[in-house]
């Protein structure tokens, strides 16, 4: 059986003006080439940096603006290019979680409308008494109270307030749900809590998560596999224990070296990266990460490497990866 969702050589490049008066456009090339799949009822996680393209992978799939180049395919059928009228049944099937719940429900509605909405959008309840059994279904599977059905999102906390996000999202019976750091806003306490409601409901439903996030220790908690983006591309992509045992790309040694360790006084080795992320605008040649690698050497500025599989599961784009493991007669080409 073929995954839920491929993703294809995705690209996204959006204009902008050079300047105030310019009238030349530059390209931001936000996502550049990107591809991994996603199986039935499993979780993958895109990590890396603000800025990194994850969103804008995350928004291409729910199809909130049309890509650049590239396929997005859910269940063996392109969404890609499908006119409004087919994208209503796509819609249905794979639904969103934002950061901020408080921007994304209509403060001016009551929870009973907000998850009422997409359960009439989508035809889903045949009377008004079934309608009205699913909405308070939805609120026990959030673990919400019944009477909160009449209350507006500004009356609920940070976490509750995610629990209607998450009700809403479950009201269209999708098979796949965008996790849009679902939980980088609330505290500690709650974002376990609204982790492990996740949990549940994907075993619960048979959902799959796309989980987008720049905190990798949240990650390391709640997926399978991990990909990591850096300026556009996927840079790392493996399954959970690999990633955060033996990663392989420097940058993702870089990111986890940052993320402390749970034992108290414990340590990692912090690699620390020279400068700030190059702009989208403009990316450095060859391999993007180029420019802020502790490994660069001559290969790394002028030929891009390319995502290849490492076996297990894994696949690394880095000249490293793939260079013989015996120096050849010129040295160890690996020192600069
Ligand atoms: Fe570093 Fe070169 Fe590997 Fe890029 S290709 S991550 S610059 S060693
Ligand atoms: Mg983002």
């Not at 456009?25 to 940096?49: C, I, K, M, P, Q």
């Not at 500025?301 to 894994?314: F, I, K, N, V, Y």
């Amino acid at each position: 059986m073929s995954a839920l969702l491929q993703v294809n050589d995705l690209k996204k490049h959006f204009p902008v003006r050079g300047g105030l008066f310019s009238r030349t456009t530059n390209w931001v090339y936000a996502v550049d080439g990107v591809s991994f799949e996603v199986e039935r009822g499993e979780t993958l996680s895109l990590v890396g940096e603000s800025g990194c393209g994850k969103s804008t992978v995350g928004r291409a799939i729910l199809r909130l603006f049309d890509i650049t180049a590239g396929q997005v395919v859910l269940d063996g059928q392109r969404i890609d290019d499908l006119s409004p009228g087919a994208l209503r049944s796509m819609r249905r099937r794979v639904q969103v979680v934002f950061q901020d719940p408080f921007s994304s429900l209509n403060p001016r509605m009551r929870v009973r409308d907000i998850l009422a909405e997409p359960i009439r959008n989508f035809g889903l309840a045949k009377s008004s008494a079934e309608l009205e059994a699913r909405v308070a279904a939805l609120m026990d599977t959030v673990r919400l109270p019944h009477d909160a059905l009449n209350r507006r999102p500004h009356e609920f906390s940070g976490g509750q307030r995610q629990r209607i996000g998450i009700a809403r999202a479950l009201a269209a019976e999708p098979e796949l749900i965008v996790c849009d750091e679902a939980v980088s806003a609330l505290d500690v306490s709650v974002k376990a809590q609204i982790i492990n409601l996740l949990q549940d409901l994907q075993q619960e439903f048979g959902l799959a998560l796309l989980f987008i996030s720049h905190d990798l220790a949240i990650v390391e908690h709640m997926t399978r596999r991990v990909a990591v983006m850096y300026l556009g591309k996927i840079v790392e992509m493996a399954p959970r224990r690999q990633i955060f045992t033996a990663p392989k790309h420097p940058y993702t040694k870089a990111l986890l070296s940052a993320v402390p360790l749970p034992e108290p006084g414990a340590d990692r080795n912090p690699i620390i990266l020279k400068g700030d992320v190059p702009s989208p605008i403009n990316p450095p040649s060859g391999c993007r990460f180029h420019t802020r690698c502790p490994f660069v050497f001559a290969r790394c500025r002028t030929e891009e490497p390319m995502l290849r599989s490492a076996g297990d599961g894994e696949w690394v784009a880095c000249h490293l990866e793939s260079l013989p493991e015996v120096p050849g007669p010129l040295g160890d080409p690996r020192v600069r």
